[in-house]
């Protein structure tokens, strides 16, 4: 079984930056995909940004250049730094790990991030 706690929302001003972090509870296999997805009001959930253990990293295209999401693998944790964000990058975001051998997903109770323009 894995938990997941996130942190480091909040409220920021356009064109500002933050920082997520998350942290994983038991045991992370070293086939585990850690990522983030948001979801905003009124919308689907989607994947932000993922990496894999080796350090292989996907990105969404609206966030490409501006997002960053990095790993350590000893210390179960992921993070997620946010640049130059956009009113558009305000929604829930919530920390993922996918147990590729099992097809589970394992989500935390997400976090607020609200961007004012």
């Known amino acids: 079984q894995v938990q997941l706690v996130e942190s480091g929302g909040g409220l920021v001003q356009a064109g500002g930056s933050l920082r997520l972090s998350c942290v994983a509870s038991?045991?992370?296999?070293?086939?585990?995909?850690m990522g983030w997805y948001r979801q905003a009001p009124g919308k689907q959930r989607e994947m932000v940004a993922r990496i894999f253990s080796g350090g292989t990293t996907n990105y969404a295209a609206s966030v490409k250049g501006r997002f960053a999401i990095s790993r350590d693998n000893a210390k179960n944790t992921v993070w997620l730094q946010m640049n130059s964000l956009k009113p558009e990058d305000t929604a829930i975001y919530y920390c993922n790990v996918f147990r590729a051998i099992f097809s589970r997903d394992y989500w935390g109770q997400g976090t607020q991030v609200t961007v004012s323009s």
């Open positions: 038991g045991t992370i296999f070293s086939g585990d995909v």
